[in-house]
């Protein structure tokens, strides 16, 4: 059994990554909403707003909206997925 965590695999999270990447680096200080981000991760809006709340995942309120920074979303993914290494992600026999 694979151990997966919010969002889905590692995979998922490099894929992710790459995206983030991808973005025009005068954009690098840009920020995603959490519908983004939920579509990012493969999960819900609902989800993310819940990462957010219970200091998971970084995020900013600007007025009635929440966005989270592309360079705070990359360094998150990189600790799940250090996090996810350390692990050990097959039930042992």
Known sequence: MVHRSPGG??????????????????????WVTVRDVAEMLSTTPRTVYRMIDSGELPGTKFGRSIRIPVDRLERWLEQKEQEATKENLYDKP
Do not use: H
């Open 9 to 30: 695999s590692t995979n998922a999270q490099t894929t992710v990554r790459r995206e983030l990447r991808a973005v025009d680096p005068a954009r690098k200080q840009r």
